[in-house]
């Protein structure tokens, strides 16, 4: 439109962008304190011009084409990973020191201790094998020694139980916020059909991928609308048009196993399909029985699931320890007779043997009744001192059949193994194994935090406010604002000039 009425039309563009840019900049400061929120800005694009004929081309003014949001998308992928990475290594140290403290070594009155003091006490039997305090002394002893294995076993697999169920919980974790990220892909879908931009829906967006990936190494993808779908070890969790749940398993054995579905403990389903205890599985809804294994290798699920085969692999290491002690003990006791019972008891289910290991009732009702001798002869304490010597003795752990079968009665001795360790030596190296697995999962945190912390201060140098910044816009647009108005004022007064002072 030529003349004043264009120009008239322009200031108002003019007035229009500015307050758009205004209100935008008021939006970022407001929000200066928000988590995860992405800094906007106004997108301003010169209005089209037009020809007028003998003139030239003039202007229209400037229009707002939209306002975005400032983001690294490649950053904040990264940061995904890295903090997926650190609450692995987080979660699995947490257990794992759980489980350090359970083996309580080094003390006064940890295992080993309690080992070296039911040795000498043998140790005073041999020397003295008529003097019934020594036997009753070895009964007290060896009994506190069995009652500390038994709590270390029972406490190991409160352990595991605690952590399988912070696995459930953490679980229906995750499918909740699937589920609020496919509510949320319906809310961004509807404005960005309508031409809109979402931008704070999808910082929200940002924020639920972002808590995902901390519970497990989800891969994200986004269509043109900006929705995001999720996958985890290759399989569809979150597409278009469905959802998928995440189940545990709960219990297993032959039979099958339990499962918790959906992270639920109350709603249980069950499977013919024998997985290990803390596993995750995909179904294509809370309702179906079609179950597959999932393998996730970061995230806070995936430390829990690692520290739970740490702490069985544990459980079984100190199985494997008492059965070894008991039944080399039972051997020498029963001159070569039984490994199964005889001064220590051990019960008939292997997989807890930590756990039942008991000194022989006979042994416990009357401990006076403890044979110190391979003979009755007065003063022989030839098996107290075969026992003591077992201390020092290289055996396999857990003992095989076969070593126990070529058991030498007549020393009261088994032979060294080459790759064999002795009792002392086998439970350090289980205390050992842990604490390298804690060191290790320490330095991963330590690391990945570091990692995570630079990549969400460069996200922050990118998405986040800064204040001068929009206080220099606010002056900015300010100053458009009053310029455009002046403009207004006087295109008034020239229409006023021209209707008012001109006539015919």
């Known amino acids: 439109m030529v003349g004043l009425f264009g120009t008239l039309n322009t200031a108002t563009s003019g007035l229009s962008a500015n307050q758009v840019a205004l209100q935008t900049s008021s939006h970022n400061i407001a929000n200066t304190n928000t988590d995860g929120y992405s800094r906007q800005t106004v997108n301003l694009e010169t209005n089209s011009a037009y020809t007028v004929p003998g003139v030239g081309t003039l202007g229209t003014g400037v229009k707002s084409a939209g306002v975005e949001r400032i983001v690294d998308d490649f950053v904040r ?64 002893n060896a009994s506190t020694f069995t009652d500390t294995l038994n709590s270390m076993a029972n406490d190991i697999n409160n352990l595991t139980s605690s952590t399988v169920e912070n696995v459930n919980k953490n679980v229906l974790d995750f499918n909740n916020k699937v589920e609020q990220l496919q509510n949320l892909n319906d809310q961004i879908y509807n404005m960005s059909s309508r031409g809109e931009t979402p931008n704070d829906l999808l910082d929200t967006r940002d924020s639920v991928l972002k808590d995902l990936s901390g519970l497990a190494n989800i891969t994200t993808t986004t269509d043109n609308y900006g929705r995001a ?44 399909t024998q997985y290990p205890v803390g596993t995750v599985v995909l179904s294509s809804s809370a309702e179906s029985s079609d179950y597959q294994k999932l393998n996730i290798s970061s995230g806070t699920i995936s430390g829990l699931q690692a520290a739970i085969g740490e702490t069985q692999d544990r459980l079984q290491d100190l199985n494997d320890f008492a059965e070894t002690i008991a039944k080399t003990t039972n051997m020498v006791y029963t001159n070569g007779s039984s490994s199964t019972s005889g001064f220590f008891t051990l019960g008939t289910d292997e997989d807890n043997y930590a756990a039942n290991i008991a000194v022989s009732s006979d042994i416990s009702a009357n401990s006076t009744g403890i ?38 009665s007549d020393s009261m001795s088994f032979t060294n193994s080459q790759t064999g360790s002795t009792f002392a030596d086998e439970f350090n190296n289980t205390v050992t194994k842990n604490g390298i697995s804690k060191q290790a999962a320490d330095n991963t945190a330590t690391a990945q935090q570091s990692v995570l912390t630079q990549l969400e201060e460069k996200d922050s140098s990118v998405s986040g406010v800064s204040l001068n910044e929009e206080m220099s816009n606010i002056i900015k647009y300010q100053q458009g604002f009053q310029a455009n108005t002046r403009l207004l004022s006087v295109v008034s007064e020239m229409l006023d000039t021209l209707i008012n002072n001109t006539g015919v």
Do not use: H
């Open 229 to 272: 779908f999720v996958q985890l070890d290759g399989q569809d969790v979150l597409t278009s048009t469905s959802m998928s749940t995440l189940s545990v398993v709960t219990t297993s054995n032959s039979n099958g196993s339990t499962l918790s579905v959906g992270g639920d403990t109350s709603n249980v389903s069950t499977t013919g």
């Open 371 to 408: 044979s110190a001798g391979k003979t009755t002869a007065s003063g022989d304490g030839t098996k107290a001192a075969a026992i003591v010597a077992l201390t020092g003795t290289k055996l396999d752990f857990p003992i095989s059949d076969t070593e126990l079968a070529i058991y030498n």
């Open 77 to 140: 992928t990264q940061i995904q990973a890295a903090n997926s990475n650190y609450q692995y290594a987080t979660e699995k140290s947490d257990v794992l020191g759980d489980l350090e403290n359970i083996f309580n070594e080094p003390s006064d009155n940890g295992l080993l201790t309690q080992l070296s003091t039911l040795t000498s006490s043998w140790t005073e039997l041999s020397n003295n094998p008529e003097l019934d305090t020594a036997k009753t002394l070895v009964a007290e």
